[in-house]
C-alpha cells in the first residue's frame, strides 16, 4: 500500500542534543512538507521541499533544519536551538506544488517530548 | 486576527444528531477549502475539498463555502461514534501555501 511512514512514533530529547525525525513516501509525489502542531492552533509550516535537493522554509523554521536527498525521503532535524520542540511533528506529501490544489496526504506523526 | 478561526470545542453529540462544524477567514484570495478528520495520536485524512463557493456532497458529509461571508461549514448527517475526532478546515490561495484552522474536537455518544 502506499503512503507516508515516519518514524519513531515517540522521541525524547535531551537538552543540547540534536534528534532526527524520518519520513518516507511511496506515493512518488514531489512535494514534501513538515508541519508542527501544538494544542489549540492549527498546524505550523517549517520546511517544504517542492523536488530533490531543494527546500526552502516555511513560517516557523528556526532551530529546525532538513535534507532532500532522495525523491522518497525528507527527514526533519530538530537542533538544540529548538528551545521548545515539545509537540506533535507531522510529514506531509503532494503530487506537486503549483498553482492549483494538489491535495496533501499526511503520516501518522512522531511525538517530540523533553528529558 | 488569524487568518483561519475555529471554534475548539469539545463538541458533544447524541449518536444520530446532524453535526455543524464552521470555520470563518479572513482572506477573500482563499480558493480552495479542505476539511480534514483526525483521530488521535495519528496524522489528518482528508475527508473533502471544494473550489470557490458551493455545496460538495460526500455520502453523510456536506461542505459548503460562503465566500460572500468567508464562511465554510461541514454538516455531518446520522453522526456515529466512527465520527468522534478532531475537524481541520484548511484553505489557500492559488499561489500560497495551505493554511489550517486549529481544529475542533467532536465526540458522538452511543
Known amino acids: 500500500d502506499g503512503g507516508i511512514t515516519q518514524s519513531p512514533k515517540y522521541l525524547f530529547r535531551k537538552e543540547g542534543q540534536n534528534v532526527t525525525l524520518s519520513c518516507e513516501q511511496n506515493?512518488?509525489?514531489?512535494?514534501m512538507y513538515w508541519y508542527r502542531q501544538d494544542p489549540g492552533q492549527g498546524l505550523r509550516l517549517i520546511y517544504y521541499?517542492?523536488?530533490?535537493?531543494?527546500?526552502q522554509k516555511g513560517d516557523i523554521a528556526e532551530g529546525y533544519s532538513v535534507s532532500r536527498e532522495k525523491k522518497e525521503s525528507f527527514p526533519l532535524t530538530v537542533t538544540s536551538a529548538q528551545k521548545n520542540p515539545t509537540a506533535f511533528y507531522l510529514c506531509?506529501?503532494?503530487?506537486?506544488?503549483?498553482?492549483?490544489?494538489?491535495?496533501?496526504?499526511f503520516g501518522d506523526g512522531t511525538r517530540l517530548s523533553i528529558l | 486576527q488569524k487568518e483561519v478561526e475555529q471554534d475548539p470545542g469539545p463538541l458533544s453529540v447524541p449518536e444520530g444528531a446532524i453535526v455543524s462544524l464552521n470555520c470563518t477567514y479572513s482572506?477573500?484570495?482563499?480558493?480552495?477549502f479542505m476539511w480534514y478528520r483526525q483521530y488521535s495520536r495519528k496524522g489528518p485524512e482528508l475527508l473533502m475539498y471544494?473550489?470557490?463557493?458551493g455545496n460538495k456532497e460526500d455520502g453523510r458529509f456536506t461542505a459548503q463555502v460562503d465566500k460572500s461571508s468567508k464562511y465554510i461549514s461541514l454538516f455531518i448527517r446520522d453522526s456515529q461514534p466512527s465520527d468522534s475526532a478532531t475537524y481541520l478546515c484548511?484553505?489557500?490561495?492559488?499561489?500560497?501555501?495551505?493554511?489550517f484552522g486549529p481544529g475542533t474536537s467532536l465526540s458522538v455518544i452511543p
Open positions: 484548511a484553505t489557500k490561495t492559488s499561489y500560497d501555501k495551505v493554511i
Open positions: 482572506n477573500s484570495a482563499f480558493q480552495y
Open positions: 506515493l512518488n509525489h514531489d512535494a
Open positions: 506531509a506529501s503532494s503530487i506537486s506544488e503549483d498553482s492549483s490544489y494538489q491535495p496533501q496526504h
Open positions: 521541499s517542492q523536488i530533490v535537493n531543494d527546500f
Open positions: 471544494t473550489y470557490s463557493s
